[in-house]
C-alpha cells in the first residue's frame, strides 16, 4: 500500500519522502510488552499509555522492533550517507533494518536533479562539524555563484565521459555530493524513533533536520500514542 501523502522537505520540487507501507500499532506494542505475563490488550486504555511511557523512559524498546515502517526517499548523497550510518553502525543495526538504493552503475544521473541551497550558513565557530545561521547576504550571493559554477562544470564533465563511451561505473566518481538518489527504507519503530530522537537536532545538520521532521510528521498519525510517549522521553529513547 502506498500512501498518497508525500513531502517536499527541502521545498526544491525534487527531494521527497512518503511512507509506502507500515505493520503494527501502538497497541501491538504494548501487547509484545505484556507477553512476558503471558497476557494482551484488545482496546486501548490509558493504562496503556502508562505502559508506553514507561518503556520509553526506561528504554524498553524491544516492543517498539514488532511495528515495521517502510519509506520511500529522494535525498541529496551527503544526506544519505549520514541516514547510512543508523543502518551499518550503531545499537539499531541489524539484519532487520532494510536499505535498497538507485545505483549510478545501472542509472545514469538526472540532469536537473541536484541540490542547490537556498541559503548558506555560516561555519559554526565552537562546534567543527556545524553551521550557524546564515552567511552575510552579499557573501551568500557569491557562494551561490561559485556552488553554482562548480555544479555545472561537474555535470557537463559527467555528461562527456558518457559520451566518450566511459562506463557509467567509472563516470559516477565526478558525481558531485547534491546530486540526488532515491532509496527504499523499511524500519522497525525503534530505529525510526532512534534516528527522528538524534537528526531532529539544533546540533544535526539542517538539510537531514528536514527528513527527520518529514517522518515524524508522516508517521505520528498512524502511531500517536508512541510518538506521544516519545515525546515525554525521547531523550532517553
Known amino acids: 500500500m502506498v500512501i498518497a501523502e508525500k513531502i517536499d522537505p527541502l521545498m526544491d520540487g525534487i527531494s521527497m519522502v512518503r511512507l509506502i507501507d507500515w505493520m503494527g500499532s501502538s497497541l501491538d506494542i504494548v501487547c509484545d510488552a505484556r507477553q512476558s505475563f503471558d497476557q494482551t490488550s484488545s482496546e486501548w486504555s490509558e493504562k496503556d499509555q ?74 559554526s565557530p565552537s562546534n567543527k562539524q556545524a553551521s550557524s545561521g546564515p552567511l552575510e547576504p552579499s557573501m ?7 556552488y553554482a559554477k562548480a555544479l555545472e562544470q561537474s555535470k557537463q564533465a559527467y555528461k562527456a565521459l558518457l559520451t566518450l563511451g566511459v562506463s557509467k561505473e567509472q563516470a559516477r566518481g565526478i558525481l558531485p555530493m547534491s546530486t540526488y538518489t532515491s532509496f527504499t527504507w523499511t524500519c522497525s519503530l525503534q530505529a525510526l524513533l532512534h534516528f527522528i530522537s538524534l537528526r531532529d537536532k539544533a546540533d544535526s545538520q539542517g538539510e537531514i533536520q528536514a527528513y527527520a521532521q518529514a517522518l515524524a510528521s508522516l508517521a505520528r498519525p498512524l502511531f500517536k500514542e508512541a510518538f506521544e510517549a516519545f515525546d515525554l522521553h525521547q531523550s532517553s529513547f
Open 140 to 146: 551568500n550571493q557569491v557562494a551561490m555563484i561559485e
Open 50 to 123: 502508562k505502559l508506553l511511557n514507561y518503556l520509553v523512559k526506561h528504554q524498553h524498546t524491544s516492543p517498539f522492533r514488532g511495528v515495521v515502517t517502510k519509506w520511500q526517499v529522494k535525498a541529496p548523497l551527503f544526506v544519505c550517507r549520514q541516514w547510512w550510518k543508523h543502518v551499518i553502525g550503531g545499537t539499531f543495526a541489524n539484519d532487520t533494518l532494510g536499505w535498497n538504493e538507485k545505483s549510478f552503475r545501472y542509472c545514469e544521473a538526472d540532469d536537473e536533479a541536484y541540490y542547490m541551497p537556498r541559503e548558506f550558513r555560516q561555519q
